[in-house]
């Protein structure tokens, strides 16, 4: 009798994960705890593991496929069993099974026959390529990276919205579309904090980042209307500040989350905010720390952007984009002088937050980022 490997549910927020690769073919033996296959979920990587011993006789979720939560990813027949009889029909959902798996195609060819290594896999999907146009130059015919490679110039004009991609471009498009999203633009006096930063006055290891952020979890303290969930027709004010971080990472734009920041002292956060940055790019950050933010802060200055128009990560209702710092000349004693400025551009779901509070929740930032002894 052949056993379902299922996709779990690896976090409150987590409904459905797209196949990134399967690390075993059809006909191969697996081992109870061994991973056979890799999901992309919340924007990281969920290690699917056999569930017994035996051998993977079906793949129903081929790679590239958006898998709900607890729905049929594969079968696994026992040692003794025939593949070609474990890998019929999956077994008959029973009446009123919510978890019941609907029909499927049988895999397509490629997940069946062709012999290709998981790094191969990854890179074709990533260029859009089909593996059953890639000759394999491995032992018995086996896809190499190598392989792999060598088709990528003819196919580079394809750019398929894919796993991680295709993720970004769902959310952004739906929170777009479900929200009556506004921006407000602001201009702040930081030169007292960039003579800080440059003169190592600050607590060690802080970047203007993590000066924002400080500011924004103290702001939202006396806001706390900004720091909250929109979910359906009610707005859930959250009684913890969770703040997500706009990372830039090789495969798109992740939200990190920095938990409970509302009473954490600027040197703390700054080593909390560097390591989970690390984190992220290095593939290791946990689901749960990329879901779940209460408020969101992307800081496009680093690349020499003045100000822009963030998008709000839903179901949140309120996000800060953070602009370079620029030399704005200003009136002193009949002369002019120089000062440091910084564009801070508030992006509000007019749904949950109008435009005066949200005025005055900006200004409370600007304010603590012009006089950074509050920080």
């Known amino acids: ?55 993977l006789a079906r793949i129903l979720a081929p790679e590239g496929t958006l898998v709900p939560v607890r729905e049929i990813m594969a079968l696994i027949a026992e040692p003794a069993d025939p593949v070609e009889r474990a890998a019929g029909a999956s077994p008959p959902a029973e009446p009123g099974d919510p978890d019941a798996a609907s029909p499927r195609s049988p895999a397509p060819p490629e997940a069946a026959q062709v012999q290709v290594v998981p790094a191969a896999r990854r890179l074709a999907r990533e260029h859009g390529i089909s593996l059953t146009d890639v000759p394999g130059s491995g032992p018995g015919g086996r896809i190499t990276e190598a392989d792999v490679r060598a088709q990528i110039a003819p196919a580079a004009s394809a750019r398929p919205l894919t796993g991680t991609r295709a993720v970004i471009a769902r959310r952004m498009l739906a929170s777009l579309q479900n929200s009556a999203q506004y921006t407000l633009i602001r201009a702040v006096d930081v030169t007292e904090l960039s003579d800080r930063h440059d003169n190592a006055t600050l607590p060690a290891g802080v970047t203007y980042t993590d000066a924002v952020a400080r500011a924004v979890a103290l702001s939202l303290a ?85 100000a822009f128009t963030p998008i709000i990560n839903p179901p949140e209702v309120a996000i800060l984009g953070v602009g370079r710092i620029t030399d704005q000349p200003a009136p002193s004693d009949g002369g002019i002088t120089w000062r440091k400025s910084m564009t801070l551009s508030l992006t509000v779901d007019h749904r949950a937050v109008d435009g005066a509070p949200a005025a005055r929740f900006l200004a409370g930032v600007a304010d603590r980022l012009q006089a950074p002894a509050a920080l």
């Open 1 to 55: 009798m052949a056993t379902e490997v299922r996709l779990p549910q690896a976090g409150m927020g987590m409904t459905d994960g797209t196949v990134l690769a399967w690390l075993k073919d059809v006909g191969d033996q697996v081992r109870r705890g061994e991973c056979i296959a890799e999901v992309e979920a919340a924007k990281t990587t969920v290690e699917i593991e056999a569930p017994c011993d035996g051998v």
């Open 222 to 306: 006396a806001h706390p209307d900004l720091n909250a969930h929109i979910l359906g027709e009610e707005v859930r004010v959250s009684a913890a500040i969770d703040l997500g971080i706009g990372i830039d990472t090789e495969d798109g734009l992740v939200v990190g989350v920095l938990r409970n920041v509302g009473d954490l002292a600027l040197a703390d956060l700054a080593a909390r905010r560097k390591a989970l940055t690390e984190r992220v790019r290095t593939g290791r950050a946990t689901v749960t720390e990329l879901q779940g933010s209460t408020f969101t802060i992307s800081n496009l200055g680093r690349l020499g952007i003045d």
